[in-house]
Each structure stands twice: as structure tokens, then as C-alpha cells.
């Protein structure tokens, strides 16, 4: 591998659970201070690359390199410079939020002073300074994830990983824990890996997102970047007074426009690169050709539509989980 | 329908649960097993010592009695000694229940028609045995007086047995407090130590202590010494606490509240450590719930805290001689109303040492530092 100055570096990073591989030779880098989305259907091989990278999982084969450090020869290094945020709330109920985050920088050694003064303004940062001597059995999800975001950076991390870190909270608090990641990303140099099934969430908050199926990583670039991959995604609905067949034939030979589908007797849907800048010209042609615009809408690429093209629509028959024959499907194994 | 509903659900998630099915089958037997085994009625093998000064023919008969329960009951395991102190130190360190002593000029006193007693010193801290040897040698005595009257013999009802106490009084609710203090000290290890592991495992809380620097042994320790702590502390509360119920006192004063102190933290660390070793790498609270159950009952039960191990069938007591419950129970018994000293339990605490460093060794190999 080359010299390390990206903050995540893998190559060829593979996992095999018996036979069949969950993570299939990914290769890819995460700049210092980026953060980078990682999306991707349930059993796509996400949460095993994640706990590769956090030295949960023993790669199979292959190197990944994190904050510097080589995550199968210096795991506790590598653990040393990361924080990591589960996809399951696991702040201790029975703890207060200062006790929380107070014992979690025990475990990384950060000396008292220093462990206080950090809790106090990580406490100010998440909005939980009042309510940092309650117990966390009083708290919401929302709060409870604030105060875990706020642990998980009591050691200063150059590495945050976040596993799903809105899943199950109210619009409220998703907006509060995405202002907190835009705030840490705009106030530190810390670079963040967010896994997430919401595209809204990624697109707000990510530089850069890798869509992972099927164990590899099939797309990498900017949220723009990746809408660029998929040609004549953005929708335009045309409704016409006049011959619909015959402007139909007309827009089939316009260079900017992808498709011209018929649909009933005076609707036409058009597929274009860029919808919003194609609507004048769409309009000049049409009225040129005799015809009247009654309506126009355009509707743009989200960035779901690019997940969608990329990794399908079908549903995902995820490998079977293996459920103790003795205690039923109290907890199945989880390998994705 | 809707009834017949909600039944077949419970009833399709219980055949997906063998567990339950199979703690719900097998453990009442185990558990009629042992504990029917463990309180089997009459007492048997009960350890006594003769001392027989006296080679009379009276002091011989009584022997032919005691020799007769051996043989028939079997209530006692007859074993002979020539001194009648070391008889009694036999007893005070606990290798027998009870000493008979037939004093020299047994023979001659009731040949003479005058009072004859026979002397039996019981450890009365086991209450259950020694009130057991008291009534049947008393019945033996009385044998001697019935069975060999005849017109020429003298007044055989001079003949009287003097049982003497080793020990103070400890009345059957006070002889309960080191099975109490014992059990308080599993409930205990099992709460604060492998039950919460499990419990943070299942509810993925395990993760965050897994992505930190925090060593294995950092992990091991740390469980393992809060759960010592909160074990320990358990049962010394439970100790003062049965005190005061039962109006008790520590014999030995200090140094014997060091050395009860000393038993309850081995016998924490070592049970913590078996449960660890044992129940460490389960994935659902529901597994250790039902070891936890049935570890319970066959370790308490035969440990001596109820009834006397002596009685067990030799399976058990063979089972029973490697309890490490057994060994609390017998030391804290020990200390705590015979007033013995260290010296006395040394065996005792030998084995829970010994116990504890291999249940430490075992939970360690067991012990994983995995999701």
C-alpha cells in the first residue's frame, strides 16, 4: 500500500463467513476530514465492512488501514483514534449522561482535568448540559443518541464511525443529530463515516458516498457526482394541446432530451439529463411546431432514484441468519 | 378463535424454544433428584467415635448395640479411638459427629447398682445430626436395660446416657445462616457478573466496550471486580443480618470476622469465575436464567447448609465432597459457632482456593473478547 495519508485506506478487503462472502475485495479511500456515506441494502455487506474497519470483524484477506494504523496487525491502536456510534442505543440506563460519557473516557485513559473539561463541552455541544446529572433511562432516542455522539468523541477521534445514527428517532431529533454532524464537521477536522439507509440524510451530510451491494462497492462519488452516473434520470411531464403524436416524434430528435414516451392521449414524458434548463427549450419547440404547453413539471434525479438504478428494485433474500436450535430467535447471529 | 389464536402462537414459539421445553421436562426430575436425595428422611452414616475405657460386660453390650445400628440402620459409621480428648478434638474439628465415651468403671457401677453413665459429646452446631445420634444411642441405652433383664441382674436402670454440647446453642435457624450467606453469594455472583455480560451482549451494549482500547483482561477484571465487590458486600450484609434475626454472635470475635470475611470473598471470586466459565459465551439471557435455576439447586442442596452430607447415597456425597458450596458452608459453619480458628478450616479454604484458581483459569480460556 502506498503511504497513508488518507484517513481510511483499504485494499482488496475481504470477509467470508464459510461460504459466502460478505465483503468481497473492496478497495477505496477516505480523505482526512470528509465524510463519507455508505449506502446500501440490507445485507449488502455494510455492517461487516464497518466492523472490519472498527477491529470488531478479522479481515479474511485483504488491509485496510485506519487513522494510520493497520487494523489486523495494531487493532487497540486503530481503536485508540476511533469512535464509534452503534446502530443500537447502548448508553447505560442506569448511569447518569455525565457518567456515561465520564467512564468512557476512563477506558481510553484520558486523564481527569482533561475528561471533564471534554464532557462539559461535548454535554454544551449536544444539548444536554441540564440534563447531564438524569439518569439516561429519562432521556428520549434522540437524546440518548446526542449523549452517545457526544461519548463517542470524549478520546477526540480522528475516525468517527456512525451506524445508522437516526434510524427510529422523530424529524425532530434527526434534524438535531444532523446539525450536531454538520457542526462537528465544520468546528473539527475529524473525519466521519456515516452508514445509513436514508438518502436525504446522506446526500445532506455526506462529501462523498459509496453505494455497497452484494459485498462491493458498485458507485463511488459525490452525491452530484452519482446522479451525473445515471443519464436522462430527471422526469419531465408535458401535457399538450395539439397533435401529441406528432411533437412526440418532433422531441425524439431533440439531442437534449433521453426518451419521449406517449402516455394516454395528450400527456408526454420526457427523460432528461438536466429537467430544469430543458423546459424553455422543450417549450419553444413545441409552441414552433403549432402546439400549446398546458402544463409542464419537472421532476429531478433524487438521490434514491440513483440507488435504485444501481442496485435495483428487487427484494434482497438476505443469507439465513443462523438462530440457536436451544434458545429459538431470541438473538440470531447478524453477519451483514 | 381468537383465544385458539394467541394459544397457537405461544404454543409454535415454545416448540421453537427447546430450552424451555427441555428445563421444563428434565429439571423437576434433576431437581427431585437431588433434593429428594439430599433430605432422604432417616439420617445414615452419621461419623461416631467410641472411646471404650471400660471391657465389662455391660460396657460391652452398649458396644454390640452401637455395632447393632451400624449393621442395621446404618445411622452411624462406628469408628473407635483410645483417648477420650482426642475423641473430642475429632469431633470439634468436625471428622466426627458425636463421641461416645464408656467410662472405666462403667461395668462395675451398674454390676453395683449405682449410676452409670455413658458420655456422648455431639457437635451440636448440626443440629439435625446430633439430636439424630442423641436418640438413637439413648434408644441403644435403654436396649441394655430391657433386652438383658433377667431375675439375676441388677438394677440395669441406673444405666443413662449424659449427652454434653461441644459447642454454644445454635437453634435451627441460626444453623441456616451460612447456607443463607452461600446462596446470597451466588444469587449474587450470577446478577453482577455473567448476567449482566449476557444481558449487555444480547441488547448489543458489549459493542462499545469492544471498539475501545480496553483489553480482554481490562474487561475480565473489571466484571469480575465489581462483581466480587457486590457479592461480597451481599453476603456480609446477610451475615449481620441473620446475627440480628437470630440473635447470634461471631465466636472468635476479629480475627474470625476476618477470616468469615476472607471465605466470602474466595467463595464470591471462585463462583464468579465457574459462571463465567460456564455461562460466558451465551447468547441469551433465557440460557443463564435456566442454568442459573438449576446450578442452584444442585449445588446448594447437597452443601451441607440443610442436612447432613453424611446421609447422602455415595453418589452425592461424592458429588457433595467436591461442592464448592460444601466448603463455604463447613467453613463458615466453623467459624462462625465453633469459634475455630484458622488452622480448623484450613482444609476448607485449601479447596476453595484451589477452586477458584481453576475457575479463573477456565472462565479466562472462555472468555472472548468478541461480539
Known amino acids: 500500500m502506498e503511504p497513508v495519508s488518507a484517513a481510511i485506506q483499504t485494499r482488496d478487503l475481504t470477509k467470508q463467513f464459510g461460504g459466502f462472502t460478505a465483503v468481497d475485495s473492496v478497495s477505496f479511500e477516505v480523505r482526512r476530514g470528509e465524510v463519507f456515506g455508505l449506502l446500501g441494502p440490507n445485507g449488502a455487506g455494510k455492517t461487516t465492512l464497518v466492523r472490519m474497519l472498527t477491529t470488531l470483524l478479522p479481515p479474511t484477506s485483504g488491509k485496510a488501514i485506519v487513522a494510520g494504523q493497520d487494523v489486523g496487525r495494531h487493532p487497540t491502536r486503530v481503536r485508540e483514534r476511533i469512535g464509534v456510534i452503534p446502530q443500537a442505543l447502548t448508553s447505560d440506563l442506569d448511569l447518569t449522561g455525565w457518567e456515561n460519557i465520564d467512564i468512557y473516557g476512563e477506558f481510553y485513559d484520558v486523564p481527569r482535568r482533561q475528561r471533564h473539561q471534554r464532557a462539559r463541552r461535548l454535554l454544551e455541544m449536544v444539548g444536554l448540559r441540564e440534563r447531564a446529572n438524569d439518569l439516561v433511562a429519562t432521556y428520549s432516542g434522540g437524546m440518548r443518541r446526542r449523549l452517545e455522539i457526544a461519548r463517542g468523541l470524549i478520546h477526540s477521534p480522528e475516525v468517527l464511525f456512525l451506524d445508522e445514527p437516526t434510524i427510529g428517532l422523530d424529524p425532530q431529533s434527526r434534524r438535531a443529530v444532523w446539525d450536531l454532524l454538520e457542526t462537528l464537521r465544520k468546528e473539527s477536522e475529524i473525519t466521519i463515516s456515516l452508514t445509513t439507509h436514508y438518502m436525504d440524510e446522506a446526500e445532506q451530510l455526506c462529501d462523498r458516498i459509496a453505494i455497497v451491494d452484494h459485498g462491493k462497492i458498485i458507485a463511488l462519488d459525490t452525491p452530484s457526482g452519482l446522479k451525473r452516473m445515471v443519464e436522462g434520470a430527471d422526469r419531465v411531464d408535458l401535457e399538450i394541446e395539439g397533435d401529441t403524436k406528432a411533437i412526440a416524434e418532433m422531441l425524439k430528435q431533440e439531442p437534449y432530451l433521453r426518451e419521449v414516451e406517449l402516455d394516454g392521449a395528450s400527456r408526454l414524458t420526457l427523460g432528461a439529463d438536466d429537467g430544469p434548463h430543458v423546459v424553455p427549450k422543450i417549450i419553444d419547440r413545441v409552441e414552433s411546431a403549432g402546439a400549446k404547453v398546458a402544463s409542464i413539471s419537472v421532476h429531478r434525479l433524487s438521490l434514491e432514484d440513483v440507488f435504485i438504478r444501481f442496485t435495483g428494485r428487487s427484494l434482497r433474500d438476505e443469507p439465513a441468519k443462523k438462530v440457536s436450535f436451544l434458545v429459538g430467535a431470541g438473538m440470531p447471529q447478524s453477519r451483514s | ?371
Open chain 2, 1 to 371: 378463535m381468537k383465544t385458539l389464536a394467541i394459544m397457537r402462537r405461544d404454543l409454535l414459539k415454545l416448540r421453537r424454544n427447546p430450552l424451555t421445553l427441555i428445563s421444563t421436562i428434565l429439571m423437576p426430575i434433576i431437581y427431585l433428584v437431588i433434593i429428594g436425595n439430599s433430605f432422604q428422611g432417616q439420617l445414615k452414616h452419621l461419623p461416631v467415635v467410641l472411646v471404650a475405657q471400660d471391657h465389662g460386660e455391660y460396657a460391652r453390650r452398649m458396644v454390640e448395640q452401637m455395632l447393632a445400628l451400624q449393621a442395621g440402620p446404618k445411622t452411624i459409621n462406628l469408628s473407635f479411638m483410645a483417648d477420650p480428648g482426642d475423641a473430642i478434638a475429632a469431633v470439634r474439628d468436625g471428622r466426627f459427629k458425636g463421641a461416645v465415651v464408656i467410662p472405666p468403671n462403667f461395668s462395675h457401677n451398674v454390676a453395683e447398682g449405682r449410676l452409670a453413665e455413658i458420655g456422648l459429646f455431639t457437635d451440636n452446631v448440626d443440629s439435625v445430626s446430633a439430636s439424630a445420634i442423641e436418640g438413637v444411642l439413648a434408644d441403644a441405652a435403654q436396649s441394655i436395660r430391657i433386652s438383658f433383664v433377667t431375675a439375676r441382674e441388677p438394677k440395669l436402670n441406673q444405666i443413662v446416657l449424659r449427652p454434653s454440647w461441644l459447642f454454644q446453642y445454635v437453634d435451627y435457624d441460626r444453623s441456616l445462616i451460612p447456607g443463607v450467606i452461600v446462596m446470597a453469594i451466588f444469587m449474587g455472583s450470577l446478577m453482577s457478573g455473567v448476567f449482566n455480560w449476557v444481558m449487555d451482549k444480547f441488547m448489543g451494549m458489549t459493542e462499545c466496550y469492544l471498539v475501545t482500547p480496553l483489553s480482554r483482561w481490562n474487561i475480565a477484571a473489571g466484571i469480575l471486580g465489581s462483581g466480587v465487590t457486590i457479592t461480597s458486600i451481599a453476603g456480609i450484609v446477610v451475615l449481620f443480618l441473620g446475627l440480628l434475626i437470630t440473635g447470634g454472635r461471631i465466636q472468635g470475635g476479629v480475627p474470625a470476622l476476618v477470616t468469615l470475611i476472607a471465605i466470602i470473598v474466595i467463595t464470591s471470586t471462585g463462583l464468579l469465575a465457574m459462571t463465567f466459565a460456564i455461562l460466558g459465551r451465551a447468547s441469551h439471557p433465557r440460557l443463564v436464567g435456566t442454568f442459573a435455576g438449576f446450578l442452584n439447586v444442585i449445588l446448594f442442596f447437597p452443601s451441607g447448609a440443610i442436612y447432613p452430607i453424611e446421609s447422602f447415597p455415595p453418589w452425592l456425597k461424592a458429588f457433595a465432597r467436591y461442592n464448592p458450596e460444601t466448603h463455604s458452608v463447613s467453613a463458615i459453619k466453623s467459624i462462625l459457632f465453633k469459634g475455630a480458628d484458622l488452622n480448623a478450616v484450613t482444609g476448607d479454604i485449601t479447596f476453595l482456593i484451589i477452586f477458584m484458581a481453576v475457575t479463573l483459569a477456565l472462565a479466562s480460556i472462555s472468555f472472548k473478547r468478541t461480539l
